[in-house]
């Protein structure tokens, strides 16, 4: 079974003005190489985006033989202003098109902590909605170690479910210096029994986030957005890979694409077949067992979202 850990719906009216303008704004100027990728070919159209029924979703999953993805709801309302439809209200969308596809997607809460009703959301989400996890993103200006939110991790502790949360530099008016991988330290030490996922191998923090998932048993990561990497230069992708199993294990690392943001850089199927390349081809430098390739594309997500 392939899993992708790391997707979204988004509509229009799901996410704040601002973000999309920022977001246009990007798109139509990219800087540096990085940007040329990421725009494909300096264009994209905001509306290539938006899938708020799914279709386009589990088109790509069925051409990259994807079985199972994870929905990550994004709540930016709070850092700028908030959508037409509110944050509760996308979940109550998503979840109807989880329930659409239910041996297909996985929806996660997403929530930022600082809402006067976050703990309601969470509780919603988990008892009634049946999501299987938490999804936080500190880059809208939160600090993860804020006592107030003990909630969620005490949440994570009693439902025995992940948290997956954003770490690594945030793009445009979002804030990176919440986003750090040492962040969570106290977290993961304090809450033994919570497995939190740092998302993107946390950018260019990756040796922090590395030396993190080598002392912290309950810290995984996810791969996502690194298809920029992996198309720029696949030896330099295929070391990090290698460095990050060492690190972390071969249980502790999950596939990830950050659908459909990354989708301009590299298609879904393209990002599977680099991985399944790993394990067959040793013309990148670095090694890899078919075992280590299985875990990875899907049997870790398995393991912690507690699939069969």
Known sequence: MNIDFHTHL??????????????????????????????????????????????????????????????????????????????IEQHRLIAQVVSAYPSRMIGFVGVDPRRPDARD???????????????????????????EFSFIWEKAAEKKIPVLVHTGQAFGPLLSKYCRPTILDDILANYPDVRIVGAHLAGGWFDELCWMGYTKPNFYADISLWQIRCRMNK????????????????????FGTDWPFSNSVMESSEYVRSIKELGVSSETGSNF?????????GKNAERLLQIR
């Open 121 to 147: 959301i969470i509780e919603t989400g988990i008892e009634e909605l049946g999501f299987k996890g938490i999804k936080l993103h500190p880059g809208t200006g939160f600090s993860l170690n804020n006592p």
């Open 289 to 297: 067992i078919s075992a280590e390739i299985r875990c990875l594309l």
């Open 10 to 87: 988004l509509d229009r009216e799901w996410l704040p003005k601002d973000w999309w303008r920022w977001l246009e704004t990007y798109y139509a100027k990219p800087r540096g190489a990085f940007g040329r990728l990421f725009s494909h070919k300096y264009k994209r159209k905001l509306e290539e985006l938006w899938d708020p029924e799914g279709r386009k979703l589990i088109a790509g999953m069925d051409s990259a033989g994807i079985d199972v993805s994870v929905v990550l709801p994004l709540d930016f309302g709070v850092r700028f202003n908030e959508p037409k439809i509110s944050i």
């Open 235 to 254: 030896a330099d992708f295929a070391g990090s890979i290698r460095k990050a199993i060492d690190m972390f294990g071969p249980d502790r690392l999950l």
